[in-house]
């Protein structure tokens, strides 16, 4: 059973910084996806991030260079480093995960599991 939970978001400034957080449970040590998406209001959800069991990175376009995805070695927590933040980033941020090997894509009906989200707002 896996179990995903978010934490770390809030109201940041243009220009902040945030990070968020996912505890993790029930995912596989070896042939796992982990990965980040948000969804703004009025517009479908995009990906962010994902990760593999090795730690292999792949990141949406728009989002490279800003994102930092990470996980620790237990598959047990997935942050989310968000820096230069704008105000395009407002969104519920979610995390997913799915326990299969292979590449680790970045649509989100790739995902058999999702935690509840958590909101992040920029603004001045």
């Known amino acids: 059973q896996v179990h995903l939970v978010e934490s770390g978001g809030g109201s940041v400034q243009p220009g902040g910084s945030l990070t968020l957080s996912c505890a993790a449970s029930?995912?596989?040590?070896?042939?796992?996806?982990l990965g980040w998406f948000r969804q703004a209001p009025g517009k479908e959800r995009e990906a962010v991030a994902v990760s593999d069991s090795t730690g292999k990175t792949s990141y949406a376009d728009s989002m490279r260079g800003r994102f930092t995805i990470a996980q620790d070695n237990y598959k047990t927590n997935i942050t989310l480093r968000m820096t230069n933040l704008n105000v395009e980033d407002t969104a519920m941020y979610y995390c997913?995960?799915?326990?299969?090997?292979?590449?680790?894509?970045?649509?989100?009906?790739?995902?058999?599991?999702w935690g509840q989200g958590t909101q992040v707002t920029v603004s001045s």
């Open positions: 029930g995912i596989h040590y070896r042939g796992s996806c």
């Open positions: 997913a995960a799915d326990n299969r090997w292979g590449l680790c894509s970045l649509a989100s009906d790739a995902y058999a599991y």
